[in-house]
């Protein structure tokens, strides 16, 4: 079974930093390309960031690039979202999602985690 | 960046009966377009991807057409499970975008 597990939110002050973290399990991990996906309180989703099965590759949408890294281990199985310089827009449930196989679609979810940025 | 406009923004159904979601894109996104399901306090769910290719799993009344800037998810007999909110999603080009959603309340 494919199992998602998003850790690491919280509420962080801004201009303060925040690592997520996401095991997955269930099944080869190396194999697939994996994103993030945030979604405010009572608003729609949007996309973060993805990265290459190996790594080399990663993408961000406008308003995180230079402040976001996503990272992976692949042979801890984990990803994760670096967040630095955090604004009070950055406030959302960030879901760790696993990528088809043959482009951008998001077959996998996890269960979400809350990042709250607030003084 | 592609627009995704979703309509209507709610609709009201009535079980068993057979319902159409639309979704538009403001630029071609050929048939990279996805749809994913969200009920309460849940994750999203993916129903059809590449606009018409069924998911393992998903209730065969679930179906999805269009190519280019037009798209449509049906339902073909809806049932009380299915009271969520549907998004559509465009994998054509970065940034990445979702529509912002129909939700499907009660009559």
């Known amino acids: 079974e494919v199992q998602l597990v998003e850790s690491g939110g919280g509420l962080v002050q801004p201009g303060r930093s925040m690592k997520l973290s996401c095991a997955a399990s269930?099944?080869?991990?190396?194999?697939?390309?994996m994103a993030w996906v945030c979604q405010a309180p009572k608003k729609g989703l949007e996309w973060v960031a993805t990265?290459?099965?190996?790594?080399?590759?990663?993408y961000y949408r406008d308003s995180v690039k230079g402040r976001f890294t996503i990272s992976r281990d692949n042979a801890k199985s984990t990803l994760y979202l670096q967040m630095d310089s955090l604004r009070s827009e950055d406030t959302a449930t960030y879901y760790c999602?696993?990528?088809?196989?043959?482009?951008?679609?998001?077959?996998?979810w996890g269960q979400g985690v809350m990042v709250t940025v607030s003084s | 960046d592609v627009v995704l406009t979703q309509s209507p923004a709610t609709l009201s159904v009535t079980p068993g009966e057979r319902i159409s979601l639309s979704c538009r894109a403001s630029?071609?996104?050929?048939?990279?377009l996805h749809w994913y399901q969200q009920k309460p306090n849940e994750s999203p769910r993916l129903l059809i991807k590449?606009?018409?290719q069924s998911i393992s799993g998903i209730p065969s009344r679930f179906s999805g057409s269009g190519s280019g800037t037009d798209f449509t998810l049906s339902i073909n007999g809806v049932e009380l499970e299915d009271l969520s909110i549907y998004y559509c999603?465009?994998?054509?080009?970065?940034?990445?975008?979702f529509g912002a959603g129909t939700k499907l309340e009660l009559k």
């Open positions: 999602a696993r990528q088809g196989t043959m482009g951008p679609t998001w077959d996998y």
């Open positions: 269930g099944f080869t991990f190396n194999n697939y390309d």
């Open positions: 990265i290459s099965y190996d790594g080399s590759s990663t």
């Open positions: 630029e071609s996104v050929d048939t990279y």
């Open positions: 590449y606009a018409s």
């Open positions: 999603q465009q994998g054509n080009s970065l940034p990445y975008t």
